[in-house]
């Protein structure tokens, strides 16, 4: 039986290498006693993004257009540190632009275009629904079916791309990507994987695994603040026969000779649409430099014992208040947060950050999501924040507030 004492949480606190790099966040809110366990909807200010961020805002002022020559080759830069900090890629690969969204489109069309040959799609039905979305739509226009399955089955031979999740945004399972590219592979799919819930937190190794695409966002474990640029990610063989359906001027070779038609530029650079955000690219640097000085293994071991703790405090003090688990116990098959289940999840979210001063978040239909960004998250947050939990069910007190949803959950 695992020591669950609050002391147990401060020990661990005291032993974590990670320990001083909190203090490179800007923890404002904390005062009152916040615990903050949303970093995987959206992460904390690192300090060092928001000076570059100033800084980046100061060369804009003094250089106006003409910073555009060290400006442009930024989503390469920054796209090669994020290849080799955090996504086990290699330089040439990952371009940082765009939102995931639209990304996501991107390498889905271009990886059909270049299958004309097969009919079908493979998609998980419980994936987050911009993934879902988007899916649909390309499948809709290229004229090709869309089959919905749990991910880890066998592939059929007619399926042109195998599209999933790392790790599942609401359950916070982690996927098999080695075994499911594998399984793809061997009948001629090509995977393409939304890694938003793995970057920063967990080892995405997309060379390793022989993912063919990616693409993700920055703005959860990668720290780049709200509405951060994305990335993606095309492993360097398939960079000549892919192309992107948004034919852009930046994607264009030689862009600045404003040529008569497209032509794709070489490389990664393919994938750019239009302009790239600059600043935002500020905040994405500084974030992943960040992740990459803590080391993805280090920030991973620190993780899977976080959500370990939440697990053990789950069955000790939530289970007999009703809660059931959503999240795998194995820790080598979760990412960095926890779905706690419970009938009124709604209003225990509520609850817990108008009495509480916790802040988790809800996903539908019963899930109240309990993130633990192994960057600046500690072991006390995590039993504060359960004690918390435990004690406001039993008083009952989510039951004082309405079942109706808000726009933002
Ligand atoms: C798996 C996954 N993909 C994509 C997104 C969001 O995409 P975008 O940044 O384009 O809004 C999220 C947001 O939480 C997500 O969890």
Known sequence: MADLTRARAEAHDNADPLRALRGRFVLEGEGDNRIYLDGNSLGRLPREAASRLAERTAEWGERLVTGWPDWIELPTRVGDLLAEGVLGARPGEVLVCDSTTVNLYKLAHAALAAR????????????????RYVLEGVCAARGVELRWEAPGGPIA??????????????????????????????????????????AGAVPVELEATGADLAVGCTYKYLNAGPGSPAFLYVRSPLLEELRSPIQGWFGRRDQFRMGPRYEPADGIERFHAGTPSILGLAAVEAGVALVAEAGIERLREKSVALTELIVDLHDARLAPLGFELGTPRDPTRRGSHVALRHADAWRITRALIERARVIPDFRGPDSVRLGVPPLYTRFVDVWDAVDR??????AGEHLEFGAELSRVT
């Not at 195998?162 to 996927?175: D, E, K, M, P």
């Not at 939990?389 to 039993?394: C, H, K, P, Y």
């Open 116 to 131: 004309p040959d097969r009919r079908a799609v493979v998609a998980d039905p419980d994936d987050f629904p911009t993934d």
């Open 157 to 198: 031979s007619d399926v042109a791309l195998v599209a999933l999740s790392h790790v599942s945004y609401r359950s916070g399972a982690l996927a098999d990507m080695a075994a499911i590219t594998e399984a793809a592979h061997r009948s001629g799919a090509l995977a393409l994987w939304d890694v938003s819930h793995s």
């Open 389 to 394: 939990l435990a004690r406001l069910l039993e």
